[in-house]
């Protein structure tokens, strides 16, 4: 599904360097976790896969697929079928919510050569799909994000994955901010979209939420490289101890 | 456009030019043309082509005079050069004053008997003239619920009317509604005591012309206590080539009545500017209310800034009856220069005046747009909403007087007023005048400059937009407020209309 093989990325206004060598491959149907301290590039890595401007691919490349992706345009990334839940989404004053993911759904649809959704059957979509995460009728129609709470923001992003139906999903933190019944809402949407065809990153700080959605793989990442990988134990492993063993064996 | 996509390329025509004109064609929509037979006054403007035009509408003695007194005062006055417009200077003795399909020589009785050419024109605009339930405008109608509604048509080609649609129906309700040159032979009465009494013809250099030009436009009078069964609405098209649009619209609300009216125009696409001066006089009885809204979509100019509308109106409503009430609603997206401030004067006690608007300009264009509110009464209340946006190479400004007379007690007005960049060679500018005459009368002022914030464009490209599709989402929502100000089948039109008028103005 994702393969990201050697990726060196700098800032394109300033000469720093933050990705320097990152690699990384999710198998179909797998969901692979992302941790690691602080500025280590965990959102620039999700921010360069989906294409935000301001980034400088020094050397390495990255497929969906085996589609290169780093030629394509964010809007042609998202219809082949990458999705990116924010970790700090983003609020269009005026754009009402449905009207907003309506826009989206039928975008995608449209660029993959098949039929809009009718009005209809996209009402009938959305109201289920708000239903499993409690998302009332009054969310849908407020403006994208506007005055939502950090919480409601991120049950929004899941919503909008869910009605996009994404292949390769990534996550950036999208446990923070969330109280405990949000976070199993939210896990629940997750697992409910886990499918063989179906592939996820989820970058996280805590231990908590894979708790629910359960890893199969556990990357480390620090100082823009990806540093360790192992299975779900990993992440208890940072849970009790921290970064500091992990660090101190790399530097060894 | 159907007819570009059989286009045949000549020989030694190149490739890229065939591409560009039928990408321009895509952006505007309504560039086509009607071929058909005119009549024409010849070139220019003097007292005989006033009398000429006096005399194509067969009119009274007394319409004449007073359009020749309009013109010797015109010839006295200079062009205004306030507004921050910047347009070649217009020779005004090289247009033509008044055109007329010749076919339209016998005015038609009635619909069935106006040349189908004409007919099928409207058909095209998405405007039927039918009476039918149609949704005025509106293109897509059919995926509307079926329970559209009543809308009458006047319908303005060039220099006259052909036709109104409804006007019986209408009449059972006391309702006229016809073009103004039938209303100067129809009802005299009325045009006298109303016309000029709210835009006098001394007004400005472009009313004067109007006063003395005008060819045709719309005529309502809506009696005492009376809710206008159905929205009216004129559309106007402007088709010959050097041609000058003059319309007249004169309105009356009288007492405790209600209408909305909307007002819709379009022009073929060509590389010489076209010029199109405007009146509409509103009179607002006691306990009236008058709903006014424009889709103003004549053609801008080509990405070049060649051709396009000269828009200069003058639109003014006279809230004379204590609390009456006036809406303008504005979305301007057409015309390579637009010069129009849609004012209310609030004389009643009580009355209310209130001024939405989007004013989009992309590529070349400039507006130079607004609003007056002119508190005289006690307890006039007022608010003005503007969005301006402007992409491109385009001049977007926002002028509004805001006057609080001495004797408007206790009156307030509220202004808010947003631009929004596209890109960084555009300009947005505000310029708001404000005049306090007493001390219990309240202004407020809130005007903010934003830019597409890139964040919110990477935001809905993640989500599968194009650019294109996120600027105008982004847009629309800018401009809410406006829109939903708007009837809903305007509403509809304009959002699309958003999209199409900034159409390359991003990547
Ligand atoms: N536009 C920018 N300008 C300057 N520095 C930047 C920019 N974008 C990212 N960086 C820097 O790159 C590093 C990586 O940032 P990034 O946001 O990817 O970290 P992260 O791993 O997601 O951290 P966190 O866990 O705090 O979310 C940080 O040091 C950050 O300050
Ligand atoms: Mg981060």
Known sequence: MLKINNLHVKLEEEDKQILKGVDLEVPAGKVHAIMGPNGSGKSTLSYVLSGRDGYEVTEGDATLDGEELLDMEPEERAAAGLFLAFQYPVEIPGVGNMTFLRTAVNAQRKARGEEEMSAADFLKFIRAKAKDLKIDADMLKRPVNVGFSGGEKKRNEILQMAMLEPKMCILDETDSGLDVDAMKLVSEGVNALRDEGRSFLVITHYQRLLDHIKPDVVHIMAAGRIVKSGGPELALEVEHNGYADILAEIDA | ?507
């Open chain 2, 1 to 507: 456009m159907a007819g570009l996509d059989e286009l045949n390329v000549k020989e030694g025509v190149e490739e890229e030019t065939v591409e560009a004109v039928k990408s321009l064609a895509g952006t505007y929509k309504y560039g086509w043309e009607t071929e058909i037979e005119m009549e024409y006054a010849p070139k220019g403007v003097n007292p005989d082509i006033v009398r000429l035009i006096s005399e194509k509408n067969d009119e009274p003695e007394w319409m004449t005079e007073w359009r020749l007194e309009a013109f010797a005062r015109w010839e006295k006055l200079d062009e205004p050069s306030w507004a921050l417009l910047n347009y070649p200077e217009i020779d005004f003795q090289d247009q033509y004053y008044y055109a007329r399909p010749k076919s339209m020589e016998e005015k038609p009785k009635s619909l069935d008997e106006v040349d189908p050419k004409l007919l099928a024109t409207y058909e095209k605009l998405g405007i039927p003239l039918k009476e039918q339930m149609i949704l005025a405008g509106v293109e897509g109608a059919e995926d509307m619920p079926a329970e559209g509604r009543k809308v009458a048509v006047d319908a303005v080609f060039d220099s006259v009317s052909v036709g109104t649609t409804f006007q019986s129906e209408l009449k059972k309700a006391g309702v006229i509604f016809c073009s103004i040159s039938e209303a100067i032979k129809e009802h005299p009465e009325l045009v006298k005591k109303y016309l000029g009494s709210v835009v006098p013809v001394s007004d400005n250099y472009y009313a004067t012309l109007n006063s003395a030009v005008f060819s045709d436009g719309s005529f309502v009078y809506i009696p005492p206590n009376t809710r206008c069964p159905m929205e009216l609405s004129t559309y106007f098209r402007i088709n010959a080539e050097n041609t000058g649009q003059f319309e007249r619209t004169l309105i009356i609300a009288d007492k405790g009545s209600y209408v909305s009216y909307l007002e819709g125009c379009t022009a073929p696409q060509r590389d010489t500017a076209q010029l199109h001066a405007a009146v509409v006089e509103i009179i607002v009885e006691e306990d009236a209310e008058v709903k006014y809204s424009t889709v103003q979509n004549w053609f801008p100019g080509d990405e070049n800034g060649k051709g396009g509308i000269y828009n200069f109106v003058t639109k003014r409503a006279d809230c004379r009856g204590d609390r009456s009430k006036v809406m303008w609603t504005q979305v301007e997206t057409g015309s390579a220069v637009t010069w129009k401030y849609p004012s209310c004067i609030l004389r009643g006690a009580e009355s209310q005046g209130e001024f939405y608007s989007i004013a989009i300009t992309n590529n070349y264009q400039q507006a130079d747009t607004g609003t007056k509110m002119v508190h005289l009464g006690r307890d006039t209340k007022s608010r003005i909403v503007s969005k301006g946006i402007s992409a491109g190479k385009a001049q977007n400004t926002y002028r509004g007087l805001v006057s609080m007379h001495p004797k408007a007690k206790n009156s307030r007005n509220y202004t808010q007023c947003d631009s929004l960049l596209i890109g960084d060679k555009c300009g947005a500018h505000t310029v708001p005048y404000i005049e306090v005459k007493n001390n219990s009368s309240r202004v407020e002022h809130e005007a903010t400059t934003s830019k597409v914030d890139e964040e919110q464009m990477f935001y809905c490209r993640q989500r599968g937009m194009d650019e294109e599709e996120a600027v105008a989402l982004i847009v629309n929502g800018f401009a809410k407020e406006v829109l939903q100000a708007l009837p809903m089948e305007f509403a509809m039109e304009a959002q699309q209309l958003v999209a199409i008028s900034l159409e390359g103005s991003v990547g």
